[in-house]
Nanobody, 117 residues
Framework: QVQLVESGGGLVQAGGSLRLSCAAS????????MGWYRQVPGKQRELVAV???????NYADSVKGRFTISRDDAKNTVYLQMNSLKPEDTAVYYC???????????WGQGTQVTVSS
């Protein structure tokens, strides 16, 4: 069974940085798309960043230039480096991973990121 385990969330002041990690396991043929999403109470989960197996990336306009997504396929781990954090970045952040074999998307448990002003 595929499982995604996130870490790295916490409390940080505006302008600070955090690095989120998500270790995926259970897919014999690895993962294709991997990404980070975030959600605040009362709103739908939104895409933050996505990275495909070949390394191409895409970002939400709100985080472009501040966040960087990367992956280590040897470890089946996806990262999100968050710099210049703003209070509006406060949310629960979730990682996702799509299996190559069946194109099934799995989700992590979420990690809270709180940015104080």
């Amino acid at each position: 069974q595929v499982q995604l385990v996130e870490s790295g969330g916490g409390l940080v002041q505006a302008g600070g940085s955090l690095r989120l990690s998500c270790a995926a396991s259970g897919s014999v043929f690895g993962f294709n798309n991997m990404g980070w999403y975030r959600q605040v109470p009362g709103k739908q989960r939104e895409l933050v960043a996505v990275i495909i197996g070949g390394g191409s990336t895409n970002y939400a306009d709100s985080v472009k230039g501040r966040f960087t997504i990367s992956r280590d396929d040897a470890k089946n781990t996806v990262y999100l480096q968050m710099n210049s954090l703003k209070p509006e970045d406060t949310a629960v952040y979730y990682c996702s991973a799509e299996t190559r074999l069946f194109s099934t998307t799995y989700w992590g448990q979420g990690t809270q990121v709180t940015v104080s002003s």
